[in-house]
């Protein structure tokens, strides 16, 4: 994703109200209300996910919450996703990856390091708790710091590298027979019942106002196929 770090943020204002008028009302009015409860507050990644059908489904679950920015780490493991289970949905998200292949460093660490210079709090999501770390109960987890949650491989788990660097690890309450739910299944469980603490408290946990624009210029720009000619037209 290009970076928008020295962006002229009144330029891409005026760019974004005028490429909304190019969408029909209803869209209009649906881009705006999602942008509206969008967050980055809470962030997810995905370690070394395998089955192209959880991690689509994870996307899935990520854009119907709100949550914008998903973190992928590529260690041994490609990641991919099935349209059919995704729905698009990873048109309209961030994604940061992280490959073995490209990093000098590990890229579990690498990822966790630009996490906590974001100034994350970094959970590991682990089906039971983790000798020697902080545990805590996915209902009672502190959620005024900003959290990335991370989800392992469907067989092996989180890797020893990320157990080391995780801060804390989150578990979700079960009281079946089972030891642990599917991965996207624990991924739609966590961020529902975080998203849904976070909207009932005082956090301002929405997109800051540049944020806001800047996800809206690049939802348009897949959305609207012809966005650098009419940008050009633009008076």
């Not at 999501?125 to 805590?136: D, E, F, L, T």
């Not at 603490?197 to 624009?213: D, P």
């Amino acid at each position: 994703m290009f970076s928008y770090r020295n962006i002229n943020v009144e330029k891409i204002k005026k760019e974004v109200h005028y490429l909304l008028d190019f969408l029909t009302e209803h869209r209009k009015e649906r881009f705006l209300n999602v942008v509206k409860n969008r967050t980055k507050y809470i962030t997810v990644v995905l370690e070394d996910i395998y089955d192209p059908h959880n991690g689509s489904a994870c996307l899935r679950s990520c854009d119907a919450n709100g949550i914008q920015d998903i973190y992928i780490i590529e260690r041994k493991n490609i990641f991919s996703t099935k349209e059919g289970v995704s729905m698009g949905s990873g048109k309209w998200l961030t994604l940061y990856r992280y490959n073995q292949k490209i990093y000098n460093s590990d890229p579990t660490i690498y990822c966790f390091d630009e996490l906590k210079q974001k100034n994350y709090k970094i959970y590991g999501m682990s089906a039971y708790p983790i000798k020697g770390k902080n545990n805590h109960s996915l209902l009672e987890v502190d959620i005024n710091q900003p959290l990335a949650l991370v989800f392992g491989s469907e067989k092996d788990g989180l890797s020893s590298v990320a157990i080391d660097y995780l801060d804390d690890f989150i578990q979700i309450p079960m009281f079946g027979f089972v030891e642990s739910y599917n991965i996207s299944v624990a991924c739609a469980i966590t961020i529902f019942t975080l998203m849904q603490r976070l909207r009932k408290s005082k956090i301002k946990w929405q997109l800051s106002e540049k944020e806001k624009y800047i996800t809206l210029f690049e939802w348009l720009k897949k959305d609207i196929p012809a966005y650098e000619l009419i940008l050009k037209n633009m008076e």
